[in-house]
């Protein structure tokens, strides 16, 4: 879900109420920090009111190759610390294939 055009309070209220509701929640907001031209990360870059092809309306601001490493660069990162290490852990063990109550 992009929340990066919301004010920031806002933003932070959706992320609190998805944690609170118990959802696993690694925001990925900041991986487009500091990119000045926010055109040069998306597929198809300027206004695009109507996709030609297409019903939908509105700017498709799909992450390209270069969105998409920054992203992923951002995800190893959180993955990377104490709640993204604890996000990776199992919730339940199942027991191994064969054996008593499997």
């Known amino acids: 879900m992009e929340l990066?055009?919301?004010p920031s309070a806002s933003r932070q209220e959706v992320l609190a109420s998805a944690r609170s509701s118990g959802l696993a929640v690694l925001d990925l907001c900041s991986a487009f920090q500091g990119?000045?031209?926010r055109d040069s990360l998306v597929i198809v870059p300027g206004d695009n009111s109507r996709l030609p092809g297409t019903k939908r309306e509105g700017r498709d601001d799909h992450p390209n190759a270069?969105?998409?490493r920054l992203l992923a660069d951002e995800l190893y990162k959180l993955l990377h610390t104490d709640e993204g290490?604890?996000?990776l852990k199992p919730v339940k063990k199942y027991p191994p294939a064969?054996?008593?109550g499997s």
């Open 4 to 6: 990066i055009r919301l």
């Open 35 to 37: 990119v000045g031209d």
């Open 66 to 68: 270069l969105g998409h």
């Open 85 to 87: 290490r604890e996000l």
């Open 98 to 100: 064969g054996a008593p």
